[in-house]
């Protein structure tokens, strides 16, 4: 009979994840996985392979949270249009001077999107997947009266999906918490938002804070 695990598979990939984003694909060894994982070497091959398979579980977890992320923040109860405001405003405060955790989602997407066709497929996927989440909310925001029906809900909800990943990225290299969230206000004041739209939001002069 085969020995049973000795360890916790998904706090291993865990470990690997925040491994990976800090130090991307290229600039992790495997001794960098092996002190990060706490595994034996042999234990490392028998359970994941090598190091591009577990890089390829830890990204591929990664990824999944982060579209999780997004559906879960875009379907709560509030106002669609305070939905958006409030994701705006979420990704200023997590992501300002750099605080947020580094995302191997978005080192990834930016060192193999070039080079690897299994990550450039799960990077576009993702992407496509959060801009649906985006331009339903949009369509929901129409449907209840808060933004004009004939806005372009699918190029709106493309526009916000770049708005958040730019913060996030300007976030990593040190920008401002207050810089950022005066982007992602901004943006939103871009929209054809109805008077609906700017009573749910508690405004009627365009300040969207």
Not at 5 to 29: C, H, K, L, N, Y
């Amino acid at each position: 009979m085969p020995r049973p695990r000795m360890f916790d598979e998904a706090e291993v990939i865990d470990r690997a994840r925040r491994t990976f984003a800090e130090t991307g694909f290229a600039g992790t060894s495997l001794d960098d996985l092996l002190e990060a994982t706490g595994l034996a070497r042999q234990s490392l091959y028998n359970a994941f392979g090598g190091k591009k398979e577990l890089f390829m579980r830890a990204f591929l977890s990664d990824t999944a949270e982060a579209v999780d992320a997004v559906k879960a923040s875009l379907q709560t109860t509030e106002h669609p249009i305070v939905r958006i405001r409030t994701v705006l405003v979420s990704a200023a405060v997590e992501h300002g001077a750099g605080q947020a955790p580094p995302s191997l989602f978005l080192r990834a997407a930016v060192e193999l999107s070039s080079k690897e066709a299994e990550v450039a497929t799960a990077v576009a996927s993702a992407f496509d997947a959060i801009r649906a989440d985006y331009v339903a909310c949009i369509a929901d925001a129409q449907a209840a009266g808060e933004i004009e029906a004939d806005a372009d809900a699918e190029a709106l909800g493309t526009y916000f999906c770049a708005v958040i990943e730019g913060m996030s990225t300007l976030g990593r290299v040190g920008v401002a918490r207050a810089t950022l969230l005066q982007i992602g206000l901004t943006s939103l004041a871009t929209v054809p938002i109805t008077a609906v739209g700017r009573e749910h939001l508690g405004t009627d002069d365009g300040d969207w804070s």
